[in-house]
């Protein structure tokens, strides 16, 4: 049976002042999170992910930032609205988040029981026992042997990997429906790494918290995610199962992307990495987005902008034009500009 959506944005739209005009960073998202699901989003730097998952928290800065359109749909009800007030109800209750570097996130002065009991009584009306209790489970969760000694010690006598821990702990607090990690493993080492992908896949299979998954490296989302969406240039250029994106990847972009990942393809001699840079929001008028870098761009590329188009056989998105030359039952779903 298909598992029920928890979360699903429809055409968001977020753009930052510069200057006189405002330029899209996110133009025209739409995309379901399941119950239960881990969901990655993968992209390189710029590509709009990080703004996402902040407008999916409340959490864009106006100004600069504007969201211009969408709805963000979270359990029957659209966010997109709703007061600040509003939002510290949901925000770090119901969906929460965790960011790259832990050690900015905590605070140096205070304690890691301070902050984690702190988290713990701003969601919920649990006793001060009852709330060092919830301190220790959660700690045990997260996978924090000593956690009584954990608790005592300062941010900077924990290594990056336990400071990540317990920012998993604090962001679990209160049991959250989804969970929105933004490139969760990018500052700590490979093995590190490791762990804390296993930890993530974990919590998901213990809670059924829905996880979005946010990272450059197509390798992390092979590790543990069932879908993917691929970011370029604040849009969606291919989304499916990762299954499928791993094995026949349909957008030029993930193709460069999964080859730049030495490990999936078995070749570990040099790195590949696709030439040329995500260009800035809003300079590209006419054409693909992508086409400057693209190795199979043709005439039309140029001059036209691809829609995304779906699959009817397996849901499958994606926005080229090499796609709609192909035969199949492939249908156009109109989902931007
Ligand atoms: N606070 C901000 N002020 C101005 N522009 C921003 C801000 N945050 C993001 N942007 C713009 O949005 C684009 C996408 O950023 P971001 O979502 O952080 O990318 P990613 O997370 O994929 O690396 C950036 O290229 C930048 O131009
Ligand atoms: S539409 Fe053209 S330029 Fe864009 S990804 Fe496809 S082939 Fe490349
Ligand atoms: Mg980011």
Known sequence: MDKRPILRLNDLRVSFQSGKKFVPAVDGISFELK?????????ESGSGKSV???ATMGLIPAPPGKIDNGEIIFEGNDLINISEKEWRKIRGNQISMIFQEPMTSLNPLFTIGNQLMEAIRLHTDLTKSQTKVRSMELLKLVGIPRAEGILKEHPHQLSGGMRQRVMIAMAMACNPKVLIADEPTTALDVTIQAQILELMKDLNKKTNTSIILITHDLGVVAEICERVIVMYSGQIVEQGSVHKILKDPQHPYTKGLLKSVPDLRGKKDRLYSIPGTVPAPGTIQNGCRFA????EAFGQCRTESPELYKSEKDGHEVRCFLHTLKEGSDKHVGVTS
């Open 35 to 43: 119950e239960g699901e881990i969901l990655g989003i993968v992209g």
């Open 52 to 54: 996402t998952s902040l």
């Open 292 to 295: 400057a870098r693209c190795e």
